[in-house]
């Protein structure tokens, strides 16, 4: 029962251009999300959040964009860049003492020079 | 500030075998998790800790012990090792909801 969902293992981007990822969730207590990015050999690193009383939030290049009717986010890289090439997994928790959270199963990024 | 950092890095060890993974983390965090991750299933949480002295289950519990006799450090244990268990482990902690993870640790389990 995966009650976060990405749906593509990867995607192939040209530099410059704009990377999407898509996430979905089936969970409606779920109300912060949140996008980390993983390098190879290394631990996933915090990239964006975004708590469900907004449906957007911006950093830079990246935007967040959360449509709770649909049970669905996406993060938007604009422009991408070769080193954003990584693993990106979206997450969900809802409120609570234990801050657990739920992990989809990841899309693996390639920007192409 | 270390952050987060796990021991060892790599590690390869017999069915039945027993081993421990030590987490230690510097950010004086109240919360701290350990995750498998294996391909095409995302980082699942096998055990979690809320302060010094707690701790509960995750969502893949079995074959796993965990100890958090000090709020820095977290720790894995798996008694008898088993071919299922090879995987990439990594720690976590936080404060809120973001949490920060370690670098990982390789196991490999014939």
């Known amino acids: 029962d995966q009650q976060v969902k990405q749906n593509s293992p990867s995607l192939s981007v040209q530099e410059g251009r704009i990377s999407i990822l898509n996430c979905d969730y089936t969970?409606?207590?779920?109300?912060?999300f949140l996008w980390y990015k993983k390098y190879p050999a290394e631990g996933p690193t915090f990239l964006i959040s975004?708590?469900?009383?907004?449906d957007k939030n911006e950093d830079g290049r990246f935007t967040v964009f959360l449509n709770k009717s649909a049970k669905h986010l996406s993060l938007h890289i604009v422009p991408s860049q070769p080193g954003d090439s990584a693993v990106y997994f979206c997450?969900?928790?809802?409120?609570?003492?234990?801050?657990?959270?739920?992990f989809g199963t990841g899309t693996l990024l390639a920007v192409q020079p | 500030n270390a952050g987060v950092t796990q021991t060892p890095k790599f590690r390869v060890l017999k069915t039945g075998q027993s081993m421990t993974l030590l987490c230690a983390q510097d950010?004086?965090?109240?919360?701290m998790y350990w995750y498998r991750q294996d391909p095409g299933m995302g980082l699942r949480l096998i055990h979690y800790?809320?302060?010094?002295?707690?701790?509960a289950k995750g969502e893949v519990p079995d074959g796993y012990n965990v100890s958090r006799l000090k709020k820095q450090n977290f720790l894995l244990g798996l008694e008898s090792a088993a071919p299922s268990q090879t995987s990439v482990y990594f720690c976590a902690s936080s404060s809120l909801e973001e949490q920060y993870f370690g670098p990982g640790t390789r196991l490999t389990v014939t």
């Open positions: 800790s809320v302060g010094e002295g707690t701790t």
């Open positions: 975004i708590s469900s009383i907004k």
């Open positions: 997450a969900a928790t809802h409120g609570g003492a234990t801050n657990k959270l739920i």
């Open positions: 950010m004086n965090h109240e919360y």
């Open positions: 969970n409606s207590m779920f109300d912060y």
